[in-house]
Nanobody
Framework: QVQLVESGGGLVEPGGSLRLSCAASGSIFSGYAVGWYRQAPGKQRELVAA????????KYADSVKGRFTISRDNAKNTVYLQMNSLKPEDTCVYYC?????????????????WGQGTQVTVSS
């Protein structure tokens, strides 16, 4: 079982940037695809970015394409989400989770346990 801890959230003005980190421990992290999800109050959790186990393939939701970049450092067991040009509608709790592949995560869902998440608030 992979344990995941998200960090890096905070309060930022519209147009600003944040970098989120997802640190993993436990099972072989490098064998998993990883996704960043977000959830606003009263809404369903959505997948906003995903990266393959090797880091070669990435996938983004249309709402964040061109603004967010997902990357990973398997030597550090960490996945990052660089968020630029932030908008008030990006305000959510952000979570990371793992799956066997991006395709499976998109169609079936992740397989890991949900962590506490990290709050991102975009406001002036």
């Amino acid at each position: 079982q992979v344990q995941l801890v998200e960090s890096g959230g905070g309060l930022v003005e519209p147009g600003g940037s944040l970098r989120l980190s997802c640190a993993a421990s436990g099972s072989i992290f490098s064998g998993y695809a990883v996704g960043w999800y977000r959830q606003a109050p009263g809404k369903q959790r959505e997948l906003v970015a995903a990266i393959s186990s090797t880091g070669i393939v990435t996938k983004y939701a249309d709402s964040v394409k061109g603004r967010f970049t997902i990357s990973r450092d398997n030597a550090k067991n960490t996945v990052y989400l660089q968020m630029n040009s932030l908008k008030p509608e990006d305000t959510c709790v952000y979570y990371c989770n793992v799956g066997s592949s991006i395709r499976v995560m998109t169609s079936v869902g992740p397989v890991g346990s949900w962590g506490q998440g990290t709050q991102v608030t975009v406001s002036s």
